[in-house]
C-alpha cells in the first residue's frame, strides 16, 4: 500500500502541476526505476501523468499507486519544472484527455470509448501490447492488437487486470505507428 505522505505529495504537486521525478520497482527485475512526469490526476489506486523524455513530451502514462516508491522534486527537478513550462507543458496540460482512472476497469472503458490507441505493460521483459481496447471488467481488459508490421491481429488478447501495470497512450510511438496501421478490420 502506497504512504500517505506519498500520496499528499502527488496531490500537491498535481494542484502545483510541478515537474517531478517518480521511483517505481520494475516488476521484471525488481529494480527502480525513475519516471519524469508532470501528475495530473489520483485516484485511490492509480495516477495519470504527462511523461516527459530529456525535455519533450512523451505522451500520457497511467500507473498503479502500489508501485510507487519514491517522489522527487529537488533543485534539479525546480529547474526543469522551469525549463518544459517555457517549452508549453501547461498547454499539454490543458489539452489532456479527460480519463477516469478510479480504477483499470473504469480507465479502460474511457480509452476504448475515446477510440485510443494504448501500450500495456505487464512487468515483464518484453510483454507490451498495443493496439485498441475492446472490453473491460473488473477481472480482465481484452484488447485487439496488431503486429510489427501493422496488421491488426485476429483474434483478441486478454491479461488480467492484476497484472497490468502501467498504460500509455499518445506517446511519440503510438501517434507515428497508427499512421500506417492497416485500417481494414
Known sequence: MIKASLVSALKSHIENQ?????????????KAETICC????????????????????????????????????????????????QEGALQLIKKAPDILIEDWKSTFASLRD???????DIGKEGCIHIGEVVESTAREVRMRCFSPVGVWDDGE????????????????????YTK????IK
Open 38 to 85: 508532470i501528475p495530473l490526476s489520483i485516484s485511490g489506486k492509480l495516477l495519470l501523468m504527462l511523461v516527459f523524455i530529456d525535455f519533450l513530451p512523451d505522451g500520457y502514462r497511467i500507473m498503479r499507486l502500489q508501485d510507487i516508491s519514491k517522489v522527487d522534486y529537488d533543485e534539479t527537478c525546480r529547474y526543469f519544472d522551469r525549463i518544459v513550462k
Open 180 to 183: 500506417y496501421i492497416y485500417k
Open 114 to 120: 475515446k477510440g485510443i490507441i494504448v501500450i500495456i
Open 18 to 30: 510541478r515537474y517531478i521525478e517518480i521511483t517505481f520497482i520494475s516488476l521484471e527485475d525488481m
Open 157 to 176: 488478447w486478454h491479461e488480467l487486470i492484476k497484472n497490468i501495470t502501467y498504460v500509455e497512450f499518445s506517446t511519440h510511438y503510438t501517434n507515428t
